[in-house]
């Protein structure tokens, strides 16, 4: 499909996509494999999974009764090359949709009563913003769409061969759910596009059972009928259900972005951070922050003050004691997402702003400065520290 990664990065460089029936063939190609290695398929009694949060895949009128019916003769890619009025899927990485959020937060009374109704204020990957701008710009492709799911309700509908619903924890990354009612916010889908709540459906927990598995994959893969398909959430979510979290954990995943996620009973959404629905709890909710000066910050000091080596830097941490002297670091070399903030700030002691510190001063203000951040930025969300 002659994509970078998985995806088009198109010449504006704000629009990225993925063609959807290369996520057909995938799923086709990773099948295929498991049977030729002998994969006893009859044996599995359900299924459920996790997809990319925020990409969103838009089926043409008439997709449901080819996708129902699909030959197990076919791969299914083949089956289904006709049945996206996108050929091309909005993904996470889409920055385009800036207009779109700036009229959803407007017509919602501003940024911070959108996230009270929908746990958080507009982004432009989410699909509320992503939808607003396919019908501002191509009306009659809008028009000719009879369903839309998420990359995740995508994957659970080609194994149940039906439309799935979209799952209350994913969908509550659309800036389109309420997550108090745990249904679609009529003013917000007003203000993206008109009859949108028939193209969603109904929305449903996150565990629910959805039906039998296709008769496509009995046929062609030696399925049992009695395979259950369990709604498929998002990737975030998902984590939070793998980690096996309880009320009062935190997880911090270290990667290039740096994400924090964690199970909340009492949330209080705000401009920066995310509030989705509880996948394992429905009467609950997780929180999510991210913040974009993670590891590659981490690596800058420690090739600058560690000569390259984490076994150095490692030593220096452990040579100076928590609290660091009262020295105090915010390390932030591309703007940041929570605070939008950008900079090196070093404050000593004596809480005045310093140029350097010492190399081993300078790790632990960054580590310190990273981790005391992100509590802060839980307990703005309703985080409570467990006595």
Known sequence: YRTQGGVYIHSDRLTVTSPVLMWVKALDMILEKMKSSGFNFSQVRAMSGAGQQHGSVYWKKGSTQILKNASSELPLHQSLKGCFSVSNSPIWMDSSTASQ????????????????????????????????????????????????????????????????????????????????????????????????????????????????ISPYYSQRYGFSPDCKIVAFTGDNPASLAGMRLQEGDIAISLGTSDTLFLWIQEPTPALEGHILCNPVDSQTYMALLCFKNGSLMRERIRDD???????????????????????????????????????????????????????????????????????????????????
């Open 101 to 212: 959020c700036r009229a959803l937060e407007k017509a919602l009374g501003g940024a911070q009563h959108l996230a009270s109704v929908t746990g958080s204020r507009a982004y432009e990957r989410f699909t509320g913003n992503q939808i607003a701008k396919i019908y501002s710009q191509n009306p009659e492709v809008y028009k000719q769409t009879e369903r839309i799911s998420l990359v995740s309700s995508f994957a659970a509908s080609l194994f149940l061969g039906a439309y799935a619903p979209i799952d209350y924890s994913d969908g509550s990354g659309m800036n389109l759910l309420q997550i108090w009612e745990k249904a679609w916010s009529k003013p917000c889908l007003d203000a993206c596009a008109p009859g949108l709540e028939e193209k969603l459906g109904c929305p449903v927990p996150s565990h629910s059972v959805l039906g039998p």
């Open 305 to 387: 003050c560690a000569s390259g080596s984490w076994d150095e830097f490692s030593k220096a941490l452990s040579s100076t004691a928590a609290g660091n002297s009262g020295n105090l670091g915010f390390y932030f070399d591309v703007m940041e997402i929570t605070p939008e903030a950008v900079g090196i700030h070093r404050f000593n002691r004596d809480n005045q702003k310093v140029s350097r510190f010492p190399k081993e001063v300078e790790i632990r203000a960054l580590i310190e400065g990273q981790f005391m951040a992100k509590r802060i930025h839980a307990e703005k969300l309703g985080y409570k520290v467990c006595k």
